[in-house]
């Protein structure tokens, strides 16, 4: 019985980012350099592949720094932290507890981090746009003393500002934002303009926060999407930017968007008379998995691969001194 036909276009770029792939590096070189266990707190990365493959190398993940064991005399154990970034407090107790700790946090967030510590020390109230809980929000509004950031998700949370038990803007003419760097580019663009015409005098970075790779993963997708009948996010349910890229697949052109982790989880019924699929992988997850899902579409379909690019990426980040010798 012959196969039906299925052409699969590949986003790219798509996948690792170079904030993710040092993150994991990171961890990598801490296990070759100290053996195992090396401590991370929190997923490194959001990819379940990504922390499972780290966990078999001997790496342990830990929610707070209370979970880790104190060091035997003379054996100090390295802990990680992940490439989304930690409030001050956490570098803070790791020295009170005389931890040894190594910072993952990605080069663009920290940049994120410092632009809110510049607009504090200018006097200025800070609106983070972002997703409330999510551990690069946590850690950003962190950096700062309580009371010092609003956090705004939506255009809706721009009219309740002022209103009764709803933040109050202090000085409208000393106003400053910064955003989480995995969101929508449009739906923040939206918010920055709303928070341009309600707040006129609100300062915003030079350079805009949201990270090249989302930027890019983003544009690939619409580029893509209106050529598809269906669209493959590989990534995690908790991965902001992979979650982004179904929504913008669905805005631009293909509804029949869904997320899936693995090729395991794809239900294939769902594939029905599809034509052409497009696929794509958040920044936290690896190509193995984009492969995999290739593997076992090819296992049901007579597939042709057309790859569609928008951009190279050349972008590294160096790895911290401490772990050079392992280089």
Not at 39 to 46: D, G, P, S, T
Not at 106 to 135: D, T
Not at 201 to 210: F, L, R, S, T, V
Request: hydrophobic fraction near 40%; proline fraction near 7%; glycine fraction near 6%.
């Amino acid at each position: 019985m012959n196969k039906p036909s299925l052409t699969i276009l590949l986003a790219a770029p798509r996948g690792f980012c170079a904030g993710v792939d040092r993150a994991i590096q990171i961890v990598e070189m801490a296990l070759d350099k100290y053996g195992p266990p090396v401590y991370v707190r929190h997923e490194i990365v959001h990819n379940r592949f990504v922390v499972d493959s780290l966990k078999a190398k001997g790496a342990v993940f830990v929610e707070e720094l209370n979970e880790i064991p104190p060091d035997r005399a003379g054996d100090q154990r390295p802990v990680i932290f992940s490439a989304h970034g930690v409030p001050k407090a956490v570098p803070e107790e790791a020295r009170g507890r005389e931890m040894f700790y190594i910072d993952a946090t990605c080069p663009l967030v920290s940049k994120v981090h410092r632009e809110a510590e510049r607009y504090q020390r200018q006097g200025c109230q800070i609106i983070l746009i972002g997703h409330a809980g999510h551990p690069e929000v946590v850690g950003t509004m962190g950096q700062l003393p309580p009371g010092a950031v609003i956090l705004v998700e939506t255009l809706k949370d721009i009219e309740k500002i002022g209103l009764p038990e709803a933040p109050v803007i202090l000085d409208p003419e000393k106003l400053a934002y910064c955003t989480q760097t995995t969101l929508s580019v449009d739906d923040t663009a939206e918010i920055v303009e709303a928070l341009k015409t309600r707040y006129p005098h609100i300062q915003g970075p030079h350079k805009e926060d949201i990270c090249y790779a989302t930027t890019n993963r983003q544009a690939a997708v619409k580029t893509v999407a209106p050529e598809c009948d269906a669209l493959i996010v590989i990534g995690a349910p908790n991965s902001s930017n992979s979650n982004r890229l179904v929504e913008v697949a669905s805005i631009h052109g293909c509804a029949k968007s869904i997320l899936v982790q693995r090729a395991s989880e794809i239900d294939w019924q769902w594939l029905e008379g599809v034509r052409t699929l497009g696929i794509t992988a958040g920044a936290s997850a690896p190509e193995k998995l984009v492969d995999e899902v290739i593997t076992a579409a090819k296992a049901r379909f007579d597939v042709t691969i057309r790859e569609i690019a928008i951009t190279q990426e050349n972008v590294n980040f160096k790895i911290p001194k401490i772990l050079e010798s392992t280089a």
